[in-house]
């Protein structure tokens, strides 16, 4: 048995301790990945499915590759964590700051974010893999046992350290640090500890020199992500000026996603951006919101129902028209609710529609609230939500919810979707088609093109889908009792023969448990 500082009973208690704490730093470096991949590229679950996959098939190849250190295995693990800790710790930076400054260049670099986030997962997940035979190496030099009891307990310490943090990533990390400052911070405890437990209890299996190296190793990783911790804010202040520019006077996570919000007083445009994609600026989002709701607002339209739209920009719209009698409003998030209220800039812009007496938020699960609605609640129900690419609103769009919303609609009554982009993305676009074809609703397409200079994360152009019940597909007219600032019955028939000219046939619908954009 090789000299300890401390008893065999105490030593093994050290080392569960610290595959405790690895592990629990291993999967926040996971979930970060997944976390900041799912805010700055979109669609979470097949960010989720590129980072697991990749990372674990990485640590299949990493645990093999260990196998040559086991000798060393002292020296291999401290390396390995100190490596860890500094690719795991800078990972949402080295993310960040490729997506803002290298983003909007187009061509190869557009896919950069994306390449990154393989070559990270890869990365972490080979040195996670390393870690476990060197660990089992380390844990049978303080007391031999069989090979099963001592993975037993190597695996319970890992797998417990997994759970707490997987708990401590979304309800500590998260809220109090962020996603920067957290995998800055992860890595800090993921490096001292691990260099605590080899030059602690094993620092006679290392030589001097390994000794000087691995401490001079530590120190610089530690150095690293101190000063990355302290300017963290900094980074993030230039980052979010290189994507959405000089103006950005507004910043804040609200739970559910990051807003930002730029310019908008002194007579400069208002900027919106929702998780880095624009959502609204003056003059583009008018266009858009008009063209959401105005023509679905040609017939009753006494009730209405918006389901998104937490910025009060389509109940501008909707409440343009003096015979509305009751706006209820769905958004899931109530911090953008509140900001859309107070803001100066952006309830200028929707013309304090949030404060009119005939508007409510009603809560935050739209597809629950169509199910609690009575049947012909509503005579236009508009659905301002980010398009069916984006996963976390899927269900928003598949033939079940637009069951339900037919059933919510009164006679006459009609639907107005915001379908996503349609040159970019036609099959998607045609595919909301055919699901409101299948639950019983007939539509006809327009489009609109984007703006003309694209802000980050614009999409180009814009789709809608006016559909009702059964029957013939609407007819795209104008509301008499209001004049839209921007569409024009000339504009409105071009936007549907540009929209008649992308159709995909014979797609299928998307439903709850077969989602297909």
Known sequence: MPWLPVRPG??????????????????????????????????????????????????????????????????????????LALVGGSSAMVLYAVFAWTGGWGGLWADGPRVLLVAFSLAIGLLIGAEVPLLMELIQRIRRQDAGGAVADLFAADYVGALVGGLAFPFVLLPFLGQLTGALVTGTVNAAVGAALVLGLFRRDLSRRARRLLIAVNVVVLAVLACATVLADDFEHAARRAMFGPD??????TGLQEVVLAGGTGGRPLGLFLDGRSRAGDGDERRFHEALVQPAMAGPHARVLILGGGDGLAAREVLRHRDVRRVDLVEADPGLVRLARRDPGLSALNEHALDDPRLRVVGPDAFGRLRATVTGGYDVVVSDLPGPGVTEGMKLYSQEFYGIARRVLAPGGRLAVHAGPVLRRPRAFWTVDATLRAAGLRATAYRLAGPAAAAPGAPGDWGFLLAVEGGRAPALRLPADVRPLTLTPGSLAAAAASAAGTRVPGLPPSTLVHPRH
């Open 10 to 83: 105490t030593g093994r208690f050290l080392v569960l301790a610290g595959v405790f704490v690895c592990a629990a730093c291993g999967l926040v470096y996971e979930l970060e990945l997944v976390a900041l991949a799912s805010y700055l590229i979109g669609d979470s679950v097949t960010q989720a499915s590129i980072v697991l996959s990749v990372m674990v098939f990485a640590m299949g190849i990493g645990s093999l590759a260990a196998k040559r250190l086991r000798r060393y295995a002292a020296a291999g693990f401290g390396a390995v964590e100190a490596v």
């Open 248 to 253: 950005v006077r507004v910043a804040l996570r």
